[in-house]
């Protein structure tokens, strides 16, 4: 099938308004990369993410640069994402909302539990562990 006009016009406009869902909105879908903001590089990298329709996320304190708006889209995001996150975070919120599954790399083991954080922050038997890891 040959690329047409049409095509084009419909690829473009798909773009623009994935990219205006991603709060960059008219001539600032535009920008070139060079000139963005550290948040605004933030929703650009995920936004790449998705449109690759990764099956696997590794993220490192993914809310660095973000806004509380950039922040709630991406819990949001991460609560209906189908596929695994490997995160490491900061924010508490996040974690409690979007993980399943805790694991702490200490000097002396893992502790690896399928729990909410909260839970896993007030588990008896992890506290053990940490005693004992840490120790």
């Known amino acids: 099938r040959q ?8 690829h473009e406009e798909f773009m623009r ?4 869902k ?19 590089k933030m929703r650009c990298m995920f936004s790449r993410m998705m449109l690759l329709r ?14 509380l708006e950039s922040i709630t889209a991406l819990n949001n995001s991460l609560v209906n994402f189908k596929g695994t996150v490997l995160m490491g975070s900061h924010d508490h919120e996040l974690i409690e909302t979007t993980c399943n ?6 000097p002396n083991g ?8 909260d839970e896993f922050l007030s588990d008896d038997k992890v506290k053990e562990l940490k005693a004992k890891y840490y120790a």
């Open 54 to 67: 990764a099956n696997v996320l590794l993220l490192d304190e993914p809310t660095g640069h973000l806004d």
């Open 110 to 117: 893992i502790i690896d539990r399928y729990m909410t954080y």
């Open 22 to 40: 991603m709060l960059f909105s008219g001539d600032e879908a535009l920008k070139k990369s060079s000139v963005l903001s550290g948040g605004e």
């Open 17 to 20: 308004g994935f990219l205006g």
């Open 3 to 10: 690329y047409t006009e049409s095509d084009e016009e419909r």
């Open 101 to 106: 599954r805790i694991i702490e790399l200490t």
